[in-house]
């Protein structure tokens, strides 16, 4: 008897030596995946940090020669100028137009058309669906030329219409209003068709309500997207009233050449309604990231 005991206790004692050894290697490569990551964030963070400090640095500490981590003559004069000197309040209101606009439009639009492919039979419906799939291929600064062109023909360059038109182009929102539609179940369509309802009340009624989570993420990463635009705004608009925010940035400048504390400042003023956007929604906006990474992917 004795002789088991003192077996078993040989048995054990091994099995617990190789799982705090696993433990312990376990613990170690955690602790360098840890320290990677924070090393990694604070590479990711510094230039904003360092953007935002110089905004609060007046035009000489900015040119000076070295290293400066904070300021040591605080101001505001940057952002006093930027919010004083500049048409800031009209290209906030030109952005919030024009990227309003686009996410309403944008999301109506891929509703509906991702609804009649995965719902209705109408001739050519394959047809359609294989188009979206080959122009979501297609890189959108590709067709900037053809853009340009067309909205000259249609004589709105230079208008706020001009800058929503070209970004209604978004098949990445119908690919996934269609892939959620073909997961409804059927037994609600046919259920509500037999209470005489129609396409119309069969997409707002209960398609859309049984997807207003992907609906209010698309909507989000759209307005987003739409705010941060640069180069297309850049290109179709000449007139400082006709500006938004990404592209005003590029009009606050000296007479004397450049002021980076003045620079920096807008663009610090720029990104904080999308920073804000971002943190109150951000589960939405991770959803939608994700769904449209598991589009191309």
Partial sequence: ??????????????????????????DLVGLVITLVTVVGAVLWAFPLYWGLVTTFKPEYEVVRPG???????????????????????????NSLITSGAVTIIVVMMAAGAGYAISQLEFPGRRFFWWMI??????????????????????????????????????????????QFFDSVPKDFREAAVIDGASEFQLLFRIYLP?????????????????WNLFLWPFLAVSSEDKMNITVGITQVHDAFGVSYGRDL????????PVAVIYLIFQRRVTQAIMLSAGIKG
């Fill in 1 to 26: 008897m004795t002789a088991s005991v003192e077996t078993g206790a040989d048995l054990v004692a091994p099995l617990a030596s190789r799982r705090l050894a696993r433990l312990r290697h376990l």
């Fill in 67 to 93: 290293v400066e981590l904070w300021p040591q003559h605080f101001t505001l004069e940057n952002y006093a100028h930027v919010l004083l000197q500049t048409k800031i309040g009209l290209w906030y209101v």
């Fill in 133 to 178: 799939l080959a122009s979501f291929m297609i890189p959108i600064p590709a067709l900037i030329v053809n853009h340009f062109i067309l909205m000259s023909q249609l004589r709105v360059i230079n208008t706020l219409a001009g800058v929503v038109g070209p970004q209604l182009i978004a098949p990445v929102t119908v690919i996934i209003y269609k």
């Fill in 210 to 226: 049984m997807n207003w989570g992907v609906t209010t993420a698309l909507a989000i990463i759209t307005f987003i997207a739409a």
């Fill in 265 to 272: 400042a807008v663009a610090m003023l720029a990104a904080m």
